[in-house]
């Protein structure tokens, strides 16, 4: 049985490795966000914006280009000095339970 985050639970309870890929937003604090991250899921890209326990943004694109994009005209003008510009790390495999915990309240 798979759940959002991709894990195959097997009968055994022993999870396998996750398939999916994360890129985090670097400077979040910046935005006033607590955790931004763009998750590489099959064939789309989703970017999720969570804050104090509430999913600010879940929203699924194409390309990751176009989920940054996205990112910056959602939250472009609230990063705390104009100067700021979103960083994003390099795409990676995310701890599994750390993947789990943030993304529970997303469907």
Excluded at 73 to 80: C, F, H, I, Q, T
Aim: charged share 25%; with cysteine; hydrophobic share 35%.
């Amino acid at each position: 049985m798979k759940n959002f985050t991709g894990v195959t639970r097997k009968q055994t309870g022993v999870q396998e490795k996750n398939p999916m890929t994360i890129s985090m937003l670097i400077n979040s604090v910046y935005y006033f966000i607590e955790c931004v991250f763009i998750l590489e899921f099959h064939d789309h890209y989703r970017l999720v914006a969570l804050h104090n326990g509430k999913v600010l943004t879940d929203a699924s694109y194409e390309t990751s280009r176009g989920a940054r994009i996205a990112f910056a005209r959602l939250y472009g003008d609230k990063a705390w000095s104009e100067e700021i510009k979103a960083q994003w790390s390099h795409f990676y495999d995310p701890d599994t339970l750390w993947l789990g915990k943030k993304t529970k309240d997303i469907r």
